[in-house]
């Protein structure tokens, strides 16, 4: 049986592929070759991760006694879907953004392997050979071995999948032929047997301050390191990944770059033929039913809306329109909906890791369950739109978007194939159980509208993509905020588990933990309990919005939050702190945005970046300070303080000239001091005493409640976060 990628070594798929078509000779040579191959990946009597040029040579020229230059090429074959964000999201409605997520799941989790067996299965000896080519295949991104002759017919025929099944998404596939050695040390000059260029040409060459600059963005690190960690850390596997990588970009904005000009699928739509109601860009196919509306659709769009009724196990409602649009659904497509949909992965969780969760247990105690899970999960089914979900929150759904930081540094210097799986393989394991443990935690079954004759509950959530660190969530408005949160904290924590698990694996030395990095938030959180060192972060974009707010709408708005919470990550990362971030926006009315986040904010905040002298926000927020937010929120509300003392302070606050910040804190200090003391008390425990008597900047004045300094003259404040946020947090902490 094919192995799990953590447990692959690749040795016998490397040999398989250096060995394709050689000659007697060569093939006669296997089991001397294959001890050279071990010693490359990193297995036994490996080689040394930092040779000078003399051992590098000497593990060349033992290569060359086995294994001649022409002879020593092997391919690696990259790639995967892009504009993957205008595939999706295409179509307005829930239905067809499901179906098409589930649809690229689909063609890079399967289709893609069964293109890998079919088409070396006779070239390699076996099926179990192609299999273990595979190095990474999931969450959108592919990577695996090939034979040298067979690379670029390889990266073709993955192009051609993608088209094939979805007839719209675009793909780029490239590849790249690398000797043996190069598998192990990166790119390698090699001239008759010997390397023109290594350390000492490197360390030469870094003395030119010409040329340093250039060698720096290349062999990146910290300034503390030395030239020899920068150079060798770069001269690894993961260099070739980085290669592959710029490959594939170039293959995107050049079609006819790196291989055969890359075909863009295209529909023509002439004047006399029907739209499609669902991309509004492509000729109508056929005529079906969509929830309870009749809908044209075009052959792309009725794709989509298979694939999707396939994640949600309605198999039995596809037969009409598959006999319609003429397209035969592919067997497996069926089986993997029935065993590796969203749906099915998260029955699973609530049958072993969550069986103690808030959801299981909530779902044990529903009516005719028996206090029995399989009984129970039988009468719950999955939204269909996102209205079911906004009726679980008094009309408002949250998006969380997010995606991990520094991901392409850390794959950059991986060492070996099998690091590569194994990394992979965890950020994506890590990123489906923390997105599982944390809906676990805070949603719980509603009941199905009362017209609704499937099923007599419905979890009011959806997952639409988990793939390697990067995840798009829908859930209940009020439960948006801490679902996030509880993402968050399991992921950083746990990745940095796996990763020090992971032999070999060269990760961040002087890292910050959660409390070593200074923090805008001086109370106790879940964050600063735990106090792991976060060595990948994850960062998000959290948005709150009317459930008949169009997605395509918020899809953009809520990548905008997670660039900005990408820059406040980024800007720590520079003092050591590889935490993520989080920016977040309530929005009770579509009129709130007309363009971005960032003018809005800017006209309706003061909010100027760097440069703001009074920001009436602190957002975007590191984790903990998010979690103190939130804490701050709860406290607040438990307490009972007026809310119409908190929007007046809010108007005052408004209402200041220019940079002045002393008028609202004496309104501030002088309200605090006239409201009952319980009031008072909370306002100083919970906003005071956390937020404001504190600060990291030297030589700026703090106990200006409520504003914080911010720059080197600047004043920010967390108040206006507060009261946004304060109907979507609710009164106490659920889970």
């Known amino acids: 049986m094919p192995l799990h990628e953590a447990e692959k070594t690749f040795t016998e798929a490397v040999v398989a592929c250096l060995l394709h078509k050689a000659p007697p000779e060569l093939i006669a040579q ?27 040579e000497a593990a060349l020229h033992a290569i060359r006694q086995v294994l001649p230059a022409e002879a020593d090429r092997i391919a690696l074959v990259a790639g995967g879907a892009t504009k993957i964000k205008g595939y999706v999201f295409e179509a307005p409605k829930l239905p067809e953004i499901r179906g098409a997520s589930a649809l690229l799941d689909w063609v890079n989790d399967v289709a893609l392997r069964g293109l890998w067996r079919d088409s070396l299965s006779e070239a390699l000896g076996s099926q179990d050979l192609a299999e273990e080519c595979i190095i990474y295949a999931s969450g959108g991104g592919f990577l695996a071995f090939a034979p040298a002759a067979l690379g670029e017919e390889l ?103 790196h291989g ?64 319609d649009l003429g397209w035969q659904v592919p067997n497996d497509l069926i089986s993997w909906g029935r065993q590796m949909s969203w749906e099915r992965r998260w029955e699973a969780f609530l049958h072993r890791e969550g069986a103690d969760t808030f959801c299981a247990q909530r779902t044990l105690e529903l009516p005719g369950s028996g206090q029995k899970l399989d ?18 929150s008094s009309g408002y759904m949250g998006i969380i978007y997010a995606d991990g930081n520094n991901v392409g540094r850390l794959i950059a210097t991986l060492a070996t194939p099998k690091q590569y799986a194994q990394v992979s393989l965890a950020l994506s394991d890590v990123a489906r159980l923390a997105v599982f443990q944390a809906l676990a935690s805070y949603i719980e079954p509603i009941t199905s509208p009362p017209d609704d004759n499937e099923r007599p509950f419905l979890y009011p959530f959806e997952i639409l993509a988990i793939g390697g660190d990067d995840l798009f969530v829908i859930a209940p408005g009020d439960k948006t905020l801490d679902i996030a949160d509880s993402i968050a904290r399991y992921f950083e924590a746990e990745i940095e588990k796996r990763l020090r698990s992971i032999d070999g694996l060269k990760l961040p030395a002087n890292a910050l933990s959660i409390s070593g990095h200074t923090q805008r938030f001086t109370g106790a959180t879940e964050f600063q309990k735990q106090n792991y060192i976060p060595l990948i972060g994850l ?26 919470a990408k820059g406040l990550a980024k800007d720590n990362v520079k003092h050591g702190f590889y935490g993520g971030a989080v920016d977040f926006m309530v929005m009770k009315s579509i009129t709130m945005v007309t363009d971005k986040i960032k003018s809005f904010r800017r006209q309706a905040l003061g909010d100027d970046g760097g440069d703001s002298k009074r920001r009436l926000t602190a957002r975007p927020y590191t984790w903990h ?12 509300k438990n307490a009972h303080v007026p809310r119409s003392q908190l929007y007046r302070l809010r108007r005052a606050l408004d ?13 501030y200090l002088y309200t605090r001091t006239r409201l009952r003391q319980e009031y008072g008390d909370a306002l100083l425990n919970h906003i005071e005493q956390p937020w404001c008597w504190e600060t990291p900047l030297t030589g700026r004045a703090t106990k200006l409640p409520p504003w914080m300094p911010v720059g080197k003259a600047g004043w920010e404040t967390m108040w206006a976060d507060m009261l946004e946020a304060y109907e979507m947090v609710p009164d106490e902490v659920q889970a």
């Open 655 to 667: 209402a200041e000239p220019g940079s002045a910040v002393t008028p609202s804190v004496m309104e």
């Open 625 to 636: 300070e998010f979690a103190g937010l939130l804490q701050t929120v709860r406290e607040i």
């Open 260 to 323: 055969d000009t890359r075909s863009v699928p295209r529909y023509e739509l002439i004047p006399w033929a029907e739209k499609c109601e669902s991309s509004d860009v492509r000729p109508v196919a056929v005529t079906t039913l969509v929830g309870t509306d009749r809908r044209a659709l075009s052959e792309a769009s009725g794709r989509k809306l298979i694939a999707g009724r396939i994640a949600k196990g309605n198999v039995y409602r596809i037969t009409d329109l598959e006999r």
């Open 30 to 56: 296997k089991e001397a070759l294959t001890e050279h191959v071990q010693r490359v990946l990193g297995e036994g009597n490996k080689l040394p991760d930092q040779p000078d040029r003399a051992q590098l």
């Open 155 to 257: 990266a073709a025929a993955a192009e051609r999948c993608y088209t094939e099944h979805t007839l719209t998404a675009n793909s780029v596939f490239v590849t790249g032929t690398f000797n043996l050695l190069e598998l192990r040390y990166g790119r390698l000059s090699i001239q008759d047997s010997t390397l023109p260029f290594w350390i000492d040409e490197f360390k030469a060459k870094w003395g030119k301050p010409e040329l340093r600059a250039v060698l720096a963005s290349y062999y990146y690190g910290d300034e503390a390191e030395t030239l020899e960690e920068r150079f060798y850390r770069r001269k690894t596997f993961g260099e070739l990944v980085t290669l592959l990588a710029t490959m594939a970009n170039q293959r995107r904005d050049e079609r006819a770059s």
């Open 539 to 564: 960062s998000a974009g959290v948005l709150v919005a009317q459930e008949n707010a169009p997605i395509f709408f918020l899809r953009d708005l809520v990548d905008e939050l997670l660039k900005n």
């Open 375 to 392: 009984v129970a999960l039988k009468s719950i089914r999955p939204a269909k739109d996102v209205h079911e979900i906004g009726a679980a």
